[in-house]
């Protein structure tokens, strides 16, 4: 139903808090559909990090309502900031 009104931007809040670890893939791939096919910039705000540096090609860290870090998935795994605050010691 989103698609209808040929959006330019897609917003979602947490879209896989609660969901299946098979249907976070399923969703995951929808989203790129969505991007790819129909040229709809995907916002997503989300708190599952492997789904979310799968997904996307850019990445805003926040913390405490400031940008933390920005760059792509492979850049904030590796930023020393993120992992101290989110993805913890490796």
Same mark, same amino acid.
């Given at each position: 139903?989103?698609?209808?009104? *040929?959006?330019?931007?897609?917003?979602?809040? *947490?879209?896989?808090?609660? =969901?299946?670890?098979?249907?976070?893939?399923?969703?995951?791939?929808c989203? #790129?559909?969505? +991007?790819?096919?129909f040229?709809?910039? =995907?916002?997503?705000? *989300?708190?599952n990090?492997?789904?979310?540096?799968d997904?996307?090609? #850019?990445? !805003?860290?926040?913390?405490r309502? #400031?940008?933390?870090? *920005?760059?792509?998935?492979?850049?904030i795994?590796?930023?020393? +900031? =993120?992992?101290?605050? !989110?993805?913890?010691?490796?």
């Amino acid at each position: 139903m989103v698609l209808m009104n *040929e959006p330019k931007l897609l917003l979602l809040d *947490e879209p896989t808090a609660g =969901v299946n670890p098979t249907a976070i893939k399923a969703l995951m791939d929808c989203l #790129r559909w969505v +991007r790819s096919d129909f040229s709809i910039t =995907v916002l997503v705000i *989300e708190h599952n990090m492997p789904a979310i540096m799968d997904l996307a090609d #850019r990445i !805003y860290c926040l913390n405490r309502g #400031r940008v933390l870090a *920005e760059g792509t998935p492979a850049q904030i795994q590796n930023d020393q +900031r =993120v992992i101290d605050a !989110y993805l913890g010691a490796r």
